[in-house]
């Protein structure tokens, strides 16, 4: 059965940058995945078990995701936060062009 | 970027009742691009139905899919207590993966 549990910092001032980590079992390409009561869901970018990466254009230019073999985990990096960036953020398995598995989720705080 | 929008907004319905879900596509797309989630508050959201019409592992008989090119339905034959929720729609449009808005579904 998958698992995923997202960990990291849940409170970032502006500027700072949004570390969180996902602890996988099972899968071969996962995806990160924000919620926030004014844009929906957002997908951020995804790797593949082989660590090659696709971003969503409209945050490019501040993520970069990592890959743990050793760990079974990858991460996700989001650099110069704004309240803007405040949300859920889940980490997801891919099924194909879907996600059949999420974890439980995180909600990560950015303000002064 | 491809847009989703999904329709209504807000659905009111009673159990038993028969709910149909809409979710327009900006651009045409393939079938297998397009899936649906279930959310509930204080939960992650669960995929129900995956390339427009399969159900995922686990989802009763009484959810389906269906459309193509730019228009996707989302059926509920019989609504049960437990399927009162937000419903989003999910397209894969290369590179990158959008979720519509959302539609809730209300007692």
């Known amino acids: 059965q998958v698992q995923l549990q997202e960990s990291g910092p849940q409170l970032l001032k502006p500027s700072e940058t949004l570390s969180l980590t996902c602890a996988v079992s099972?899968?071969?390409?996962w995806s990160w995945i924000r919620q926030s009561p004014g844009k929906g869901l957002e997908w951020i970018g995804q790797i593949y078990q082989s660590g090659s990466t696709q971003y969503n254009p409209s945050l490019k230019s501040r993520v970069i995701m990592s890959l743990d073999k050793s760990k079974n985990q990858f991460s996700l990096r989001l650099t110069s936060v704004t309240a803007a960036d405040t949300a859920v953020y889940y980490c997801?398995?891919?099924?194909?062009?879907?996600?059949?598995?999420w974890g439980q989720g995180t909600l990560v705080t950015v303000s002064s | 970027e491809i847009v989703l929008t999904q329709s209504p907004g807000t659905l009111s319905l009673s159990p038993g009742e028969r709910a149909t879900l809409s979710c327009r596509a900006s651009q045409s797309t393939r079938s297998t691009y397009l899936a649906w989630y279930q959310q509930k508050p204080g939960q992650a959201p669960r995929l129900l139905i995956y390339?427009?019409?399969s159900r995922a592992t686990g989802i009763p008989d009484r959810f389906s899919g269906s459309g193509s090119g730019t228009d996707f339905t989302l059926s509920i034959s019989r609504l049960e207590p437990e399927d009162f929720a937000v419903y989003y729609c999910?397209?894969?449009?290369?590179?990158?993966?959008?979720f519509g808005q959302g539609t809730k579904l209300e007692i």
């Open positions: 390339a427009t019409s």
């Open positions: 999910q397209l894969y449009g290369s590179p990158t993966y959008t």
């Open positions: 099972g899968g071969s390409y």
């Open positions: 997801a398995r891919h099924g194909g062009f879907d996600f059949d598995s």
